[in-house]
């Protein structure tokens, strides 16, 4: 079970395992989804209407918008960016699994509430992502800019791209968004968390498995949290996406029209005055498919490698035991 169970037999796994199983589960799943994640951009980025019945920007559907790409850019093209990315998936699934279970732990040892709550699994999950995402924001801001660009490219690889963003932005380029990330990151893991956690109670009859995770049900559980969470907090999340591409319009000129926005408020403001209620979800089909896939790969990926490395230390432990008893 995901966070710190009092009640779980064998001993307890380190937050350095947590990290190593979060890393693992980031990176397998980040591999599966990443197409997904190209569309979704490039809807978010679209100033035009998506819309199937008058199309008047570059892309317009789900299954057109991945035929463009393809005719266009090629196959990799729903790679772009993966380098950046894959760095991205394994440095916040490692910070956030591991303070989740820290967190979680110190909620069960220090106050009165139970760690395997759904209420405690929000405030626990929030936190940790928000962790994540300060460490892991520049990662992000780069893998944005490698998904939203066409051809050529402005950025030829990852040090091309550090390098120029450097020398004509600043750092505090790599932070650009971080305001709506933070504000968004938070409910949007911590409802994660919390779905997660009464969909794996109603899936999983108690009394729990002490192998339960890593199956089918953690990733129904996952799927499902991924799509509830996305949906409720998916504007935030488009915001971030178009203040990471500031400073970088030249690039996205044969997309269609391109914003400069001044902060957060005013791409909100501009977005309802110039796009309407819809363009804040602009993106969200992939969007979804790609957040139930995604959540669902990563809490099944990392019950999975959990079980691993529980299996692996119970048999270390046994054999340990065993050649005791021998040598007595």
Known sequence: MVG???????????????????????????????????LKIRFQLQIERVSSQRPEGKYWGLFQASRCIHSEEGLTAFWKGHIPAQLLSICFGAVQFASFEVLTEVVHKSTPYDSQTAGVHFVCGGLAACSATVVCQPLDTLRTRFAAQGEPKVYRNLRHAVSTMCRSEGVLAFYRGLSPTLMAVFPYA?????????????????????????????????????MISKTMTYPFDLFKKRL???GFEAARIHFGQVRPYKGLVDCA?????????????????PSLVKAALSTGFTFFWYEFFLNVMRNIKQKHRTKVFTKDLKER
């Open 4 to 38: 710190y169970d009092p009640g779980a037999q064998g001993a307890a796994l380190s937050a350095e395992e947590a990290a190593l199983a979060g890393s693992a589960a980031g990176m397998v799943t980040r591999v599966l989804v990443s197409p997904f994640d190209v």
């Open 190 to 226: 911590g409802l994660q968390f919390f779905f997660y956690n009464i969909f794996k109670n109603l899936l999983v009859p108690k009394p729990k498995s002490e192998n339960s995770g890593g199956s089918l049900q953690s990733l129904i559980s996952g799927s499902g949290a991924g």
């Open 244 to 246: 990471q591409v500031g």
């Open 269 to 285: 403001v501009q977005i309802a005055k110039e796009e309407g209620a819809r363009g804040f979800f602009k993106g969200l089909s």
